[in-house]
């Protein structure tokens, strides 16, 4: 075995629960293990890649996952960790869903290399539960666990207690949907593993119990703690919503900065959970971060090993020196040809724009007619002046004077060009 996976789970702190045995298990043989993803979203956002990393563990410590879209389980919703009944989803878009997400789990998890030993595997639950009759299911599955044993689970206890709206019968059911899943993996694929996040321990217990009430069997159940934040908001959420793990709905740049920006105390506990750096290394690093927290070396590294895994080694450079932008003082054209309009929109998000017509630049423009008159970055023509006596206006981060001619050759990405005086008040131009 290539390493120990519990063990390596300990020292990141990335158990919650554990069943009995589970370790033994893991030391004696070659294990599969699951973990499943609700196409709840057409992409997954960074609050799953726990669950994508422990596939990623589970298969470099020598054992082979499983990752399954729920394309049947999407179409019933996981009451788990909910106070309220969701609205069910329509095909159309659970199908645009399923792909999403089987496409974000295939950028990190080789479904196609390996010896069949460990060979990651992708199913989807749709496939054994279409043709599953009502009346087969009520007598396979259903006979087999308590509604007594159902409602002493905490997804459905709160919300059977609760001052809510109830809980419907579809809801009810989900946790024999996901304890059916099990029993068909460790039937067909010899499953013995489930991991899921520490709100799916009644899920996945569901699952244990029904396998040793159908099959006899022995199955196994490992949870790890919710990422949480030390000052107590939601993990993976910034101003703008989620961080998602797709470009086209965070950019890289955003992604790179949820990470470059971490608290100190975050940064401890992420560098462990989110990276695959050894525990001499993170123990290393934390020591250094101690010594001097304002070189933020556990954010710069945590932002590094993150965003080179999801996004390539290429865009964390671009995205790396596009947030060394705002700080320097000057930056040359062949450096802003690095950038593209989205990445320049993104570092410069909340800053005043407006928008001028390209004509306007043909035959070249001066200071004043540009920052009082084709735009309001500066309120009047003499206020223009007095910055140019003060030396204290730049365009594209180089100083201009009054003789300065502003020309469609000074265009940055193509179509933008940004203003400034002095250090930190910026104007975004975008020339159509
Ligand atoms: N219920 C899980 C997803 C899941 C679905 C089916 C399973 O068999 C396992 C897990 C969740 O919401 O995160």
Avoid at 39 to 67: C, E, F, K, N, Y
Avoid at 209 to 238: H, I, N, S
Wanted: with cysteine; proline share 2%.
């Amino acid at each position: 075995m290539a390493y120990n996976f519990a063990e390596e789970l300990r020292w990141r702190g990335m158990i919650h629960d554990i069943m009995p045995g589970t370790e033994e298990l893991l030391e004696k043989e070659v294990v599969t293990g699951y973990i499943g993803f609700d196409p709840t979203a057409d992409s997954l956002h960074i609050g799953s890649m726990v669950q994508i990393i422990l596939l990623m563990h589970l298969q470099r410590a020598g054992h082979r996952p499983i990752a399954l879209v729920g394309g049947a389980t999407g179409m019933i919703g996981d009451p788990s960790g909910k106070s309220d009944e969701r609205n069910l989803l329509t095909q159309d878009i659970l199908d645009k869903n399923i792909a999403g997400v089987q496409s974000v789990l295939s950028r990190f998890i080789d479904f196609e290399k390996g010896d069949d030993a460990t060979k990651a595997v992708l199913v989807n639950n749709y496939d054994w539960m279409k043709n599953f009759s009502l009346i087969d299911f009520a007598r396979d599955v259903g006979k087999h666990i308590t509604v007594n044993y159902m409602m002493a689970k905490d997804s459905v206890k709160k919300r059977v207690q609760g001052e809510g709206e109830g809980m419907s019968f579809t809801e009810f059911t989900y946790q024999l949907f996901q304890g059916y899943d099990y029993v068909h993996l460790y039937e067909n694929m010899g499953c013995k593993l489930q991991i899921g996040g520490s709100d799916q321990w009644g899920n996945i217990t569901t699952g244990t119990e029904l396998v040793r009430r159908k099959l006899g069997g022995k199955a196994y159940a490992l949870t790890t703690p919710l990422v949480t934040k030390a000052d107590g908001t939601k993990f993976g959420k910034t101003e703008s919503g989620n961080v998602w793990l797709d470009t086209d709905k965070t950019s890289v740049y955003k992604f790179f900065q949820f990470w470059i920006n971490a608290t100190d105390e975050d940064a401890i506990n992420w560098i462990k959970i989110f990276t695959f750096l050894d525990k001499e290394t993170c123990e290393s690093l934390i020591e250094e971060h101690a010594k001097d927290p304002g070189y933020r070396v556990l954010q710069k590294r945590l932002a590094e090993e993150v965003t080179v895994m999801v996004h390539g080694r290429e865009a964390y450079d671009t995205a790396l020196k596009a947030s060394q932008i705002l700080f320097s003082k000057t930056v040359t054209p062949e450096q802003w040809s690095e950038f593209n309009q989205e990445t320049l929109l993104d570092i410069f998000e909340g800053v005043p724009q407006a928008e001028i017509a390209k004509d306007a630049l043909k035959d070249g423009v001066d200071p004043v007619t540009l920052m009082a008159d084709l735009t309001s970055f500066l309120p009047s023509n003499s206020e223009v002046r007095r910055a140019l006596k003060e030396n204290s206006l730049s365009i594209n981060k180089n100083k201009i004077n009054a003789e300065t001619v502003i020309t469609t050759d000074n265009l940055i990405a193509e179509n933008m060009l940004l203003l400034q005086r002095g250090k930190r008040n910026y104007f975004l131009v975008l020339v159509k």
